[in-house]
T-cell receptor, first 113, second 111 residues
Framework: DTAVSQTPKYLVTQMGNDKSIKCEQN?????MYWYKQDSKKFLKIMFS???????INETVPNRFSPKSPDKAHLNLHINSLELGDSAVYFC????????????FGPGTRLTVL | AQSVTQLGSHVSVSEGALVLLRCNYS??????LFWYVQYPNQGLQLLLK??????LVKGINGFEAEFKKSETSFHLTKPSAHMSDAAEYFC?????????FGKGTRLHILP
C-alpha cells in the first residue's frame, strides 16, 4: 500500500558511471517531483512533471535527465556521476495547485566513490 | 520569491517540556505554509498546513502552529515533548507550482 515508492533505496557507484532511480506513486496525483537533500539536510527541488510534462527545471546539470513514461512514474537518470552527486534523492507527488500537500517517497541514498 | 527562515538548526528540550520551533516567512501574497517532519532515514511527512482558514492549525502527533501575519511567523509548538519527537523539522512555503523548504531544525529530546 506504499503511496510513493522509490528504487533502489541505496546506490553505491563509481565516478563516471550512469545510474537511474525509479519512482512510482499510486495516489492518483498528476504532479511528481525530484528533490536532492545534501549532507546538511538542505532540501532543494530539481524537477517537477505535471501529466508527463516538465513544469519545473531548476538549475540542475544536464547530466540529470528526468523521464516520465506516465503520470504515475517519474524516473531520474544521471550520467557521468560525480562525487558531488552524493546525496539523498527524494521523489514526491501531489495534485497541482497551490497549497496542496506533497507526499514523499522514502529516499534513495546515492554514494559516488 | 518566497522564502522561509528557520531559527536554530538544532533545538534541545527535555522530555515533557514545551517544544517551540521557529519559522518566519517572506511572501508578497497570502502564503500557503507547511511543517514537515523527517524521522531518521525516512522521507518527509506532513505535520500540518496553513491555507488561509483558521490561524491556529492543529496537526498530527499533538503539534500545532499559529499563523501570525503581523510577525510573518508560523512557529510550531507542542505542549509536552516525547522522545519519539526527535527528528528534523522543515518549515515550507508554497510558491506557484513548488514548495520552498527551510533549512530544517533538528529537535533533540533530553531524557
Amino acid at each position: 500500500d506504499t503511496a510513493v515508492s522509490q528504487t533502489p533505496k541505496y546506490l553505491v557507484t563509481q565516478m563516471g558511471n550512469d545510474k537511474s532511480i525509479k519512482c512510482e506513486q499510486n495516489l492518483g496525483h498528476d504532479t511528481m517531483y525530484w528533490y536532492k537533500q545534501d549532507s546538511k539536510k538542505f532540501l532543494k527541488i530539481m524537477f517537477s512533471y505535471n501529466n508527463k510534462e516538465l513544469i519545473i527545471n531548476e538549475t540542475v546539470p544536464n547530466r540529470f535527465s528526468p523521464k516520465s513514461p506516465d503520470k504515475a512514474h517519474l524516473n531520474l537518470h544521471i550520467n557521468s556521476l560525480e562525487l558531488g552527486d552524493s546525496a539523498v534523492y527524494f521523489c514526491a507527488s501531489s495534485h497541482l495547485a497551490g497549497g496542496n500537500e506533497q507526499f514523499f517517497g522514502p529516499g534513495t541514498r546515492l554514494t559516488v566513490l | 520569491a518566497q522564502s522561509v527562515t528557520q531559527l536554530g538548526s538544532h533545538v534541545s528540550v527535555s522530555e515533557g517540556a514545551l517544544v517551540l520551533l521557529r519559522c518566519n516567512y517572506s511572501s508578497s501574497v497570502p502564503p500557503y505554509l507547511f511543517w514537515y517532519v523527517q524521522y531518521p532515514n525516512q522521507g518527509l511527512q506532513l505535520l500540518l498546513k496553513y491555507t488561509s482558514a483558521a490561524t491556529l492549525v492543529k496537526g498530527i502527533n499533538g503539534f500545532e502552529a499559529e499563523f501570525k501575519k503581523s510577525e510573518t511567523s508560523f512557529h510550531l509548538t507542542k505542549p509536552s515533548a516525547h522522545m519519539s519527537d526527535a527528528a528534523e523539522y522543515f518549515c515550507a512555503v508554497s510558491e506557484g507550482d513548488k514548495i520552498i523548504f527551510g533549512k530544517g531544525t533538528r529537535l533533540h529530546i533530553l531524557p
